[in-house]
């Protein structure tokens, strides 16, 4: 396939789009690990699937007859020079030049990072695709979309790719917002199972960015620091603007995230009164992801999405991590059906991922070429309101854990002097 390959739109009729928008571009899946594919390792689980598993089930669904196709292209030095050093770019350009030997040793030193020559250009693509959806919605062309990008970009800082990560692709993007004055202050919610060090680290003293991320922090998974801790809120102008949820055990659900949803971020954000939301989506705090091991499921991810887009209508759902290809794909369903507005059970139904492993799929599908599946084609109602209180009442009635309550009442303590909120 050539490197210049684009999807084609999809062709809708005015008067059922709607104005969520997404961006998808199979060129990213080109960043992929040198190692994998010569000395017979196991999947590496940032597999270069993922996008396209999101992008199937939402084509299958019927949903991406209903949205705005926004086209990609590579983010150039100067926006990223808003947001990463010049030493991490030219660190980042040098690799498109090395040999494999090199690249490899290369990414030995890194920490939790793979790359090929085609990696910076897949960054790129992934950055230029979140901002350009971002610049839609910051506009008022389009309300709300997904980004289905790959890399992810959450943890990376300025100096230094890490953690799968190498552009920070929601850092880049607020900060070519502001300089355009096209959205001076952001919310970032980050639910991916890891804590957002890189996003946290760029905005520690900047009071236009609000960053609140939920994540484990128990000792056991990546990034390992203290960074993640509840007590780390900020510096300067930033104090009280960084806040962090940290989970302190495997295990949580959807009762404890919407604890801490109606308890915490809501409230900030709404007081906040951002410009936009963007959430750094990532979807490996589902159950039967391999690496996150708690039990989110679909239905609280659209929740979630409804309820910030009820504070907020101008969001933006960046995909970060997440390792269970039928767990993401599934809830990234679920978040889109969430954005339109439409019926839960309209075309196929978002389902929790029943095996817990990094692939599901035969080898074929890494290149993009889909296996005999039913493809729905539903009578789409009107989009509406989106009611969780009627689509999803399993999910919207679940109850904290002791754990999970105790986490998000010791948060709103740490945090309650900086908010009249709480």
């Known amino acids: 396939m050539s490197l210049n390959a684009k999807p084609v739109p999809k062709p809708s009729s005015s ?79 040098s690799t498109e030049l090395m040999e494999k030997s090199v690249l490899v040793r290369e990414q030995d030193d890194l920490d939790s990072v793979y790359l090929c020559a085609m990696s910076l250009y897949c960054a790129r693509l992934s950055a230029g695709g979140l901002l350009a959806l971002c610049n839609e919605v910051a506009r008022g062309d389009l309300d709300s979309g997904l980004a289905i990008i790959r890399p992810p970009g959450h943890h990376a800082c300025q100096n230094k790719p890490m953690g799968f990560c190498l552009l920070n692709n929601i850092a880049i993007a607020i900060r070519d917002l502001q300089a355009c004055n096209l959205a001076n202050r952001v919310v970032v919610v980050d639910w991916d199972v890891h804590h957002g060090n890189g996003i946290q680290d760029l905005f520690y003293s900047d009071n236009s960015v609000l960053y609140i991320s939920l994540h484990r922090h128990d000792g056991t998974i990546f990034p390992f620091s203290a960074a993640a801790e509840s007590t780390r809120i900020g510096r300067g102008r930033g104090k009280g603007y960084n806040i962090n949820i940290p989970w302190s055990c495997k295990g949580v659900g ?82 889109t059906k969430a954005l339109l507005g439409v019926k839960w059970g309209a075309g196929l139904v978002p389902k929790a991922a029943t095996v817990q492993e990094y692939t599901t799929l035969p080898e074929s599908e890494i290149n993009g070429i889909p296996s005999e599946r039913k493809t729905y084609k539903p009578e789409w109602q009107t989009p509406q309101r989106w009611d969780p209180t009627i689509e999803v009442p399993q999910c919207f009635a679940a ?24």
């Open 15 to 93: 008067s059922r789009v709607s104005r969520v928008g997404y961006v998808y571009d199979v060129r990213m899946k080109h960043h992929f690990d040198l190692q994998e594919a010569s000395d017979d390792k196991e999947q590496h689980p940032e597999d270069p699937r993922r996008i396209y598993w999101i992008y199937d089930i939402l084509d299958r669904s019927g949903i991406l007859q209903k949205m705005h196709a926004i086209a990609v292209s590579p983010i150039t030095d100067t926006q990223i020079l808003r947001t990463h050093s010049r030493l991490h770019l030219d660190f980042l350009k």
């Open 254 to 335: 959807d009762g404890d995230y919407l604890y801490a949803f109606r308890q915490l971020v809501l409230p900030v954000t709404k007081e906040f009164a951002p410009d936009m939301v963007i959430v750094a989506c990532g979807f490996d705090a589902a159950a039967c992801d391999p690496i996150g091991l708690c039990n989110v499921t679909p239905e609280c991810y659209a929740t979630m999405t409804a309820m910030l887009r009820d504070v907020c209508p101008k969001i933006v759902l960046s995909l970060e991590g997440g390792y269970n290809l039928e767990a993401i794909a599934n809830s990234a369903l679920g978040c």
């Open 399 to 422: 109850m904290p854990s002791l754990v999970g309550k105790q986490v998000v009442d010791r948060v709103v303590e740490e945090i309650e002097p900086y908010w009249q909120c709480l």
